[in-house]
């Protein structure tokens, strides 16, 4: 049998599991508070929650790391290889969830957010939220709109890290080989319902101070996502000079057939450009086909690796008390007959 709960508590809300994704790239003191105090706020209003923890941490780091977060209740460390990518990491957070929503954030914004009413948006709109800051320069906004534009993301320069998914986007989203820039940035072609809101008023989400490189790496990430259009743009550009270099050659043919006053060997060299430069494009068209269909294949294979899990959650004990409960009033119910 369970606690009795006492008159004026809230009841937990059990209609659906959170999940909250951090990347921890050097644990301190401080964000274990962090971490501590938001399963204290999720434990207040659910029933069901965890919190999916990862880090890129060596066998020398993991003790004491698994030692300040072994009392913090439904934690699940995931420990990844050394990676330099820190969305790939939030891609793992994001994969390894169980829950209904997923909400993925990060320690410098994990304290200035409402977690639980964001999940609650999230649950009942069935859209993707981005929380977003206030205004930025109109010339950064520009500017990162136009590279959106050539490789096909809305990027806006008010994102923060936090942002809340329903798992019917996930399970469409997460088999994707740009999944780890989807969970950053909306696809301009669209992928689900994709709302920004503004984070709650008087809060001012500042950049983290170390993060110039990260974003360095992500636009160099996000460049390198465009490859295949790239590809496709330089061979259907092939394909297209081939076609004018046989109608080139062609061209040439009729005028040596019906002109009479022709250079010699006008046609001879008219013929070997004409071929030259039909090969090129034909061989460049095919070489960026093939790397496109190389590129598709094993860009969803460069994610990440897990090292280790080392969960803290126990779901099972919650239900499980639910059931003795309604077994035993079964079982009075059928003496009493």
Known sequence: MTAPVPAGTPALRGDYLVSVGVVVLALSAPQIEA??????????????WEMVVVAPIGEEA???????LA???????????????????????????????????SLDELPLMNLPDLADRVYESDEVIVMVRGHQGALTHAFLG???????????PRDTLTA???????????????????????RRTGTGRFRRAPVPPGVRVPRAPNSLGRRFRLLADLMTSAAPRVLRSVAALSLAVAVFAVVYGAYAVIVWMVKDDIAPGWLTTSALQAIIVGFLG????????????????IEGMLRYTIVDEVTNVDFFSKVTDLNVEIRAADAVGDESR
Request: hydrophobic share 55%.
């Open 282 to 297: 034909i061989t460049v068209a095919a070489i960026s086909i093939g790397l496109v269909k190389l590129l598709d294949r």
């Open 146 to 156: 136009a590279i959106g534009r050539v490789i096909g993301y809305r990027i806006d």
């Open 62 to 68: 993991a003790p004491a790391l698994l030692g300040d």
């Open 71 to 105: 009392r913090i209740p439904n934690v699940r460390v995931l420990r990844v290889e050394a990676v330099d990518n820190f969305y790939r990491m939030r891609l793992a957070a994001a994969s390894e969830a169980i829950g209904d929503v997923v909400l993925l954030t």
């Open 164 to 186: 809340g998914f329903p798992r019917a986007w996930l399970s469409l989203t997460l088999p994707r080989p740009d999944a780890d820039l989807l969970l950053r940035f909306e």
């Open 35 to 48: 971490l501590r105090v938001l399963a204290g706020q999720l434990a207040a209003r659910y029933q069901f």
